[in-house]
């Protein structure tokens, strides 16, 4: 099954070294043609060292393969946030390898700060280099919460064709250092009834701080360098904007919790200790959204 976790391949790569030129840009390199003698791995979900991988059908290292990096919300895990992508619905017909880095393994800050991101976030991408037949031009990066902050943070040091985030909304101490520049096609799905960020801002079961919703989006929209009035449209469970801006942006505003859509859970906020729990129930389905955003750019190369 596509969420089984499989058997890792047998051979342990050594990590690929990680480059940084004088800019401190990554420079991933391009991988070798063919990736001949590449591990074969086989399709489904595998946990190998500190990292959850999902090997799409048909994976073959014949040929080059665009590149999701997934990142998960603060105390989470990584083989959660990629049961949450739903592979078995939406495999047919998409060639994406997904990598989570499973963050709380060695992030010391649930925040994801951008240097913990070029620290391990570019590491675990140059060590599945090795294995992978990876499409390193063709990288997307997908955040979940907290984990949206890494989602900028490596878009603003390697050439990422597209970011989506949901349920992203942190406060300014632990906002993005950086954005990314030019700006890159971005999805952002906000859900309106958070218990850790509420939607019209200030203090939520884990602490205070956050910004409006609709401050949010202004951010992004200046991010974006977005321009004229918005065109909206209703969708199921909320409403979602497009701007004429300097590289695609959408905002949704839907119902449902920080949790992913039809994943229950409690998590802790750090020491307060208090108890947040939403069900994430929304009619929007977000893992299809998602992915066809990740998919009209990919096709807008």
């Not at 080059?64 to 592979?87: I, K, W």
């Not at 499409?135 to 050439?159: E, F, M, S, V």
């Amino acid at each position: 099954a596509a969420n089984d976790v499989g058997r890792p391949p047998q051979r342990t790569p050594e990590p690929a070294a990680l480059v940084v030129d004088a800019a401190g840009e990554v420079d991933l390199g391009r991988n070798a043609a063919g990736c001949e003698g590449m591990t074969i791995w086989e399709p489904g979900t595998h946990r190998f060292d500190e990292l959850t991988i999902h090997i799409p059908p048909g994976y073959s290292p014949t040929r080059t393969y665009p590149v999701v990096m997934l990142f998960h919300d603060g105390f989470q895990e990584s083989d959660p946030a990629l049961r949450n992508l739903d592979f078995g619905s939406i495999d047919e017909g998409r060639d994406y390898v997904v990598i989570a880095p499973l963050g709380n393994a060695w992030v010391t800050s649930h925040h994801w700060e951008d240097q913990q991101v070029q620290q391990h976030a570019f590491r675990a991408l140059n060590r599945m280099s090795v294995d992978l037949c990876l499409d390193r031009d063709n990288i997307y990066a997908l955040g979940h919460g907290k984990g949206g902050n890494a989602a900028y943070g490596l878009a603003c040091h390697i050439p990422v064709r597209a970011i989506a985030v949901f349920g992203h909304r942190l406060t300014d101490d632990c906002a993005p250092r950086c954005a990314p520049k030019p700006p890159i096609a971005t999805l952002e799905i906000f859900p309106d009834h958070d218990s850790v960020a509420p939607a019209e801002g200030g203090e939520g079961c884990g602490g205070g701080g956050y910004r409006p919703i609709s401050a949010e989006i202004a951010r992004s929209k200046k991010r974006q360098s977005c321009r004229g009035p918005a065109t909206s449209r209703e969708v199921a469970g909320g409403t979602c904007q497009t701007w004429t801006c300097g590289a695609p942006y959408a905002a949704c505003v839907v119902d449902g919790g920080r949790a992913w859509p039809g994943r229950p859970r409690h998590f802790e906020i750090g020491a307060i200790l208090r108890r947040c729990r939403d069900d994430g129930a929304t009619q929007f389905g977000v893992t299809a959204a998602i992915w066809d955003f990740f998919d009209e750019a990919r096709a807008a190369r």
